[in-house]
């Protein structure tokens, strides 16, 4: 097992849009249909503290957005137009409340590694 690979203690328990490329008879996109894709996949994951922090201010009141990042091993099924609906440890504890909004993705040498946030519109 690669260091990278036992570092990920954690399991992403992802969901995909089902209804992603349907329309209906106007072209409009209807409401999004997540369900659990697959099993949870194995993954690391760490609340991004600092600069990393986005704040809202709008009528007097200010929002702080939550962002996270996440590894996962090359070759998860994951894209950015799924989401995480929890990342829990290997007793099925949840770590990270979802849901959770796929930012970005990025390929590294020896793993995946995403963006995630919360306060996006679906």
């Given amino acids: 097992m690669s260091a990278v690979r036992s570092r990920m203690i954690m399991l992403a328990h992802v ?10 008879a106007w072209n409009a996109s209807p409401p999004p249909d997540y ?28 929002a702080a957005l939550e962002e996270f990042k996440m590894m996962t091993p090359l ?7 799924d989401r995480i609906s929890k990342i829990t440890n290997r007793r099925d ?12 993705r ?5 793993h995946l590694e995403f963006q995630l946030g919360r306060g996006r519109p679906v």
């Fill in 15 to 24: 969901e995909r849009d089902m209804v992603a490329q349907a329309s209906d």
């Fill in 106 to 110: 990025q390929r590294m040498d020896t």
């Fill in 93 to 104: 504890e949840e770590l990270f409340a979802g849901p959770l909004t796929i930012d970005a």
């Fill in 35 to 62: 369900q659990s894709h697959g099993d949870p996949i194995p993954c690391y994951a760490w609340a991004v503290i600092g600069a990393g922090t986005d704040k809202r201010a709008d009528d007097g009141k200010t």
């Fill in 75 to 81: 070759g998860a099924d994951i894209t950015v137009l």
